[in-house]
């Protein structure tokens, strides 16, 4: 039965239209944004996640450029150690050359001299943003931020590595421009005179030797912690590719797949438009049986 008062057809075309348009629309904000779920309304359960995982990523981000500042601080104090060795061994050659008896040891004193003064310029420059880590307090330590993690209860927490500064400082403080304390203090009272026995020069050799194996294991240390932070950046950065990969999976639109559809809904748009016309038109073929 024909009616003029509602069509049937009309309705029911225009309700396909509206249903084909609410698709096209949300299926164009997925190609357009790249998402198949941009808010909460989308998925709740995987935004809420999604969400939680980028906020994680972002806070692992800035531990990353934590443990760069942390690298840093590394590489100062192991090349204010290196330079130290080499000092100290130039002041090893120094005595081994005092021991002859026709040397004046005078002389190679002053040449000392300037090598203790040159280990203080080296305890003095090795600060990186306002940390020395050549000058501290026996006992002394000093922390780098190297990861955040997420507990399984929810709770975040920092993850730091540590280093005993104070154990392999090269000097406690330096005062009016000389050092003292640390691994260099007994190679800081080295003091030559032409009055100078064999046995108070094989006393500095040996003072040297102690001081230059404990630079070498503070150096040993140093270089440790450098290849403990190489390694977290690592893995920090494989890390990050993980948890971004994570939220690509659950909140990223599939594009081949959105751009079939978006093909596919513009067809069933147009059809959904002329179907509309041809059922608006039939009531006007009610008028021819009045004619």
């Given amino acids: ?116 003064e040159q280990l203080t310029a080296i305890g003095q420059a090795a600060s990186f943003n306002g940390e020395n880590w050549a000058i501290q307090d026996s006992g002394s330590s000093t922390t780098v931020v190297d990861g955040f993690i997420r507990n399984s209860d929810g709770t975040v927490k920092v993850t730091t590595a540590t280093f005993n500064a104070g154990s392999y400082a090269m000097f406690e403080t330096i005062a009016g421009g000389v050092g003292s304390g640390g691994l260099l203090a007994a190679v800081m009272t080295i003091a030559l005179s032409d009055t100078s026995t064999q046995g108070a020069i094989d006393g500095y050799l040996s003072t040297v030797e102690t001081a230059l194996g404990e630079l070498t294991k503070g150096a040993a240390a140093l270089g440790a912690l450098s290849t403990r932070i190489d390694l977290q950046d690592e893995y920090s950065s494989k890390l990050s590719d993980a948890m971004d990969a994570g939220v690509s999976r659950l909140v990223d639109a599939d594009m081949e797949e959105e751009s079939a559809r978006l093909s596919a809904l513009q067809t069933q748009q147009q059809l959904a438009v002329q179907s509309l016309s041809i059922a608006n038109s039939s009531s006007q073929s009610i008028l021819s049986l009045f004619r």
């Fill in 1 to 116: 039965m024909s009616s003029i008062n509602f069509n049937s057809s009309a309705s029911n075309a225009l309700q396909t239209l509206r249903s084909i348009n609410s698709n096209l629309s949300n299926t164009q904000d997925r190609v357009s944004s790249g998402l198949k779920i941009a808010d909460a309304s989308d998925g709740a359960a995987y935004w809420s996640i999604a969400t939680t995982m980028k906020s994680d990523n972002k806070a692992l981000g800035a531990a990353t450029d934590a443990l760069g500042i942390g690298a840093a601080k590394v590489d100062t104090a192991y090349a204010a150690m290196d330079s130290a060795i080499d000092v100290v061994n130039e002041i090893k050659a120094k005595l081994t050359t005092a021991s002859e008896s026709s040397v004046d040891k005078d002389q190679v004193q002053l040449e000392i001299k300037k090598l203790q």
